[in-house]
């Protein structure tokens, strides 16, 4: 069974749809930072050099976003982002009102 496979069996559950939903901010951040780091050319322990920190809380600090177990402080995120390359870009985006 391929990983492709394996998540979807595991997403026709609704219980774990549900859940995987509700962490699809924090993979999305997840999934820009490592886009960014991979674009910087950089490796954990090089972040974490350029951060001021060790390797294991770049691990740790990616590794926890998709887990959904802790959310990085907005100077950690700003950190990060200045270590590959990039400036943190927040905003709040209003809802699209459903039709009726």
């Known amino acids: 069974m391929t990983h492709e496979q394996l998540k979807q069996k595991a997403l026709s559950n609704a219980s774990v749809k549900k859940e995987y939903d509700n962490l699809e901010l924090e993979f ?41 177990e802790h959310s990085p402080s907005l100077t950690t995120l700003k950190s990060y982002a200045s270590a590959v390359g990039c400036h943190l870009d927040i905003r709040f985006i209003h809802d699209e009102e459903v039709a009726v």
């Not at 490592?34 to 590794?63: C, F, H, P, T, Y």
């Open 28 to 68: 999305q951040l997840l999934n820009e930072m490592l886009s960014a780091r991979k674009e910087a050319g950089l490796n954990q322990a090089q972040v974490a050099d350029l951060m001021g920190k060790k390797q294991a809380a770049i691990a740790r600090l990616e590794s926890s976003l998709s887990s959904g």
